[in-house]
């Protein structure tokens, strides 16, 4: 299967921080989605991003999958944004490998 | 449109015992995939349900099983359950669109405790 690397593992942030999310892949990848985990262990879609770049409000995502990497920018960190974020590819049809995650805390 | 929907949210079980979960995918959505959550191991891929045909399975034991019914629903059933299957289960039901990328909504997971 494919290797999945995120860092940092940590991320302490004070509120009004940016910061930015690295997820490495070890083979060619035809889709990759950016999640956030809550709490409650619910996995909220933030991105579908196979390649290029998306924003949506303060959070951004760039993939460039030839290089094999895509980055998750968050700015202006609010405390709702604490959690583990996650990245997840497949190359081959539906079948996700998912990253160890980045933990954040968004502190006042 | 309504989410993906899981039941139960939460169950304890003893060793031995078996276990089945539901999920409800989003409506339109024709596969449905279940992945394993645990501190140690992360989410880990069960398998993927597409038109009641199991189309992709990942690395577990026979007695991790799953089916899918005709109006896109699934089940996962573990027999002969084992402390470690203590986890957050998660179920994804995926859109597939033209240029053939899967993207995948997941429900709120159901929590299994095993004793």
């Known amino acids: 299967g494919i290797q999945v690397e995120q860092s940092p593992p940590d991320l302490i942030l004070q509120e009004g921080a940016n910061s930015t999310l690295r997820c490495n892949f070890s083979?060619?990848?035809?889709?990759l989605q950016w999640f956030h985990q809550n709490p409650w262990g619910q996995l909220i879609n933030l991105f579908y991003?196979?390649?290029g770049t998306k924003q949506n409000g303060r959070l951004s995502a760039t993939t460039v999958a030839t290089e094999r990497y895509s980055l998750l920018y968050i700015s202006s960190s609010q405390t709702t944004d604490s959690g583990v974020y996650f990245c997840?590819?497949?190359?081959?049809?539906?079948?996700?490998?998912f990253g160890t995650g980045t933990s954040l805390t968004v502190i006042p | 449109k309504a989410g993906v929907t899981q039941t139960p949210r939460y169950l304890i079980k003893t060793r031995g015992q078996q276990v089945t979960l539901s999920c409800s995918p989003i409506?339109?959505?024709?596969?449905v995939s279940w992945y394993q959550q645990t501190p140690g191991q992360g989410l880990q891929f069960l398998f993927e349900?597409?038109?009641?045909?199991?189309?992709n399975k990942g690395n577990f034991p026979g007695r991790f099983s799953g089916r899918q019914f005709s109006n896109s629903r699934s089940e996962m059933n573990v027999s002969t359950l084992e402390l470690g299957d203590s986890a957050l289960y998660l179920c994804?039901?995926?859109?597939?669109?033209?240029?053939?990328?899967?993207?995948?909504?997941f429900g709120p997971g159901t929590r299994l405790t095993v004793l």
């Open positions: 994804a039901s995926s859109l597939l669109y033209r240029e053939g990328g899967y993207e995948q909504f």
């Open positions: 083979d060619s990848v035809n889709n």
């Open positions: 991003i196979p390649s």
């Open positions: 997840a590819v497949t190359n081959t049809g539906n079948q996700f490998y």
């Open positions: 409506s339109g959505h024709r596969s």
């Open positions: 349900y597409f038109s009641e045909t199991q189309r």
